[in-house]
């Protein structure tokens, strides 16, 4: 929008707020006398992670006793590529990112 277009419209919104802006505020009309004013929002539990899925607890319990891609893809009859993708979505959801803290957290 070019300067004029905004000197042109620069009336019509002081008139507009002036008027009350369309009759609808911004903020909610106070509270009446004797009213308790609301106090903090409880906490909220921290946002858990999705579950992995059969598969990739499957793997990765394979993968924590010390099997490697290829030995799971074998096990498994899988693709050492398609052994890989389901560690790289399990660590995120496990809140890990080496292979060596699955030990840990299974």
Known sequence: MD?????????????????????????????????????PAAPRPAPRSPPLTPRELQIARLAAQGLTNRDIADRLFLGPRTVAHHHYRAYPKLDITSRTELTTVL
């Open 3 to 39: 300067r004029a277009s905004l000197d042109a419209l620069l009336p019509a919104a002081r008139r507009f707020q002036a008027e009350g802006g369309g009759g609808a505020s911004c903020c909610p009309p106070p509270a009446p006398a004797g009213c308790p004013r609301p106090g």
